[in-house]
């Protein structure tokens, strides 16, 4: 009988264990405020760390948060993070966000954090107010925020301020020791900042009914700043110690924060992606990228040299199984003909889609189609995409492990902080990557930005989901008007190319190159590349002879 008990009792913390470990998985830290969706966020999905020490302050304030956002601009990524701050470390019962002009989108379509914040926080109100917040002359705006704080209490946040972990600690330690004056309550962050046209600058406490216009005043001198976003390698010690907010007047992006090891950057990354861990993708050995490559032909035609020599480096240098032509007319001229020698070249008829979700296609758009026609293959089969226009130069296999990886174009495209380019790229079938690609895609809008589906919709994806892709600078070198711009150096400078003190190892340094403007002339035709010297003809012979 005793040994019953003692097995029984051994199967319970067993079973304990692994509840343990299961919520450990689910919720790693504390709770999650919110859950991460197929896109960007759930809706509605609010949570809150109810804990022993983690719970609402309790000093009168009313968690009632007001943001005031004056004149015409762009809500940012700093600007959501405030949001994001206020949801989980002040633990608000409603936000009010109080504008004449709604957040503007810029003409790239980057900033989309606004949409981000409206859709996804439940808590947050939108209440548009008369001309004095479009005007956001000193005084007016001021004397306005003053007002709306004195009549309906609650927390005054600017938008440039982030909360952290402190916080909470901090409001409950100082309710004593800030300045108070018939019931209002004042932070110590409270500044005027005669640059910040008249915003108050940090975090303001107050009671309704009571006036706060002349103790701001006497407790302007008493003020202090926040921590700047500068800081060294984070760790237990100094995240406990981290100030209570950070004010954040510089424009700040994701990439800023992912993989830097600072105390701020991992609170942004609690915030923004619910972890404060550096997110990198992983590489796994037990199913890989097929050897299968893709490419998409609509329209038929004639195939190039180019075409051919591209397709020749899947073979040759890949050494993939098959490459498929996925199109609605098969290629022409002499050398399709000599691809279709090889038994691994196989045609695909593909019909060519008139509309895109919706959006009927016509003129460049006819590019947009070949954009979303590779994602759903590589998502359906798995593989290898290339463009016409790209090569490879060094096997891969190295790379398969990964869901899926590419890399970062040239040409910049502000306000945008970089892009992807998936003129070149690998993938697991039914990656979770593509599949949020694929729901951005069903965003799209008449009208967008050249090159807004392969470059900048990928970017926008790793933005949010850098954990999900292998990102690799060497992956393609982006070669532009016959310059190739090595994109693991200093490749935002356009004096950096391989004609330039750059050295390019071609045959080491990359993966693969893509001509996006302008093709070599030694790959006018094959006999001319046989007859050209330098790095583009060395390239050229080299696939060509590989075996």
Known sequence: MRGVKIITAIVVLLALLALYI???????????????SNTTLDRNAVFRSETEGNLPNHDGVRNLVHYFWC???????????????????????????????SPVMDKSRYNRWFD?????????????????????????????????IEKNGGIYVNESIILT???????KERTNLIPSSNGTKLSDFVTKDKLNSGHLTGL????????VQKLLHLSVKKTKRPTSTTGTECNVESMSTFAPCVQVNSILFPINIMFRKDCFAAICRGLFYGSENIPRAKASSKNLIPKIAHYVWFGGGRLDFM????????????????????GDAEPKGDYWKKLRLNSKVKYIYRERPKTIYGLRITGWDVKTVSDVVRVHVLYEYGGIYTDFDAI????IDDLRGYDITNGFDFWPRPPWPDQLNIGMMLAKP??????????????MEQNIPWCYMACLLPYQVYERHPELINVNYRFQTMCFLEKCHPMWKNYRNSASHHWSSATFDWKNDTYGIHFTEAIPKEYNDEKTLRKSTGSFADIGKYILDSK
């Open 430 to 443: 039914g990656n979770k990557f593509l599949y949020h690609l694929i729901k951005i895609f069903q965003t």
């Open 22 to 36: 299961n919520i450990q998985h689910i919720f790693p830290g504390s709770v999650n405020y919110y859950i991460r």
């Open 392 to 395: 490879w130069i060094r096997p």
């Open 204 to 211: 303001l406490l107050a009671y309704s009914g009571t006036k």
């Open 71 to 101: 004149g015409k601009r762009s809500f940012e990524f700093r600007h959501y993070l405030s949001v994001l701050s206020v949801v989980k470390y002040l633990h608000a019962d409603n936000i009010v966000f109080h504008y004449h002009y």
């Open 307 to 326: 075409a051919y020599l591209s397709v020749q480096s899947t073979l040759n240098i890949l050494k993939v199984d098959t490459v498929y032509f996925h």
């Open 116 to 148: 981000d914040a409206r859709d996804t926080i439940s808590i947050l109100e939108l209440k548009q107010e008369g001309s004095w917040l479009a005007q956001c002359t000193r005084n007016i705006l001021l004397n306005g925020v003053l007002k709306c």
């Open 165 to 171: 972990p402190s916080f909470s600690k901090w409001r």
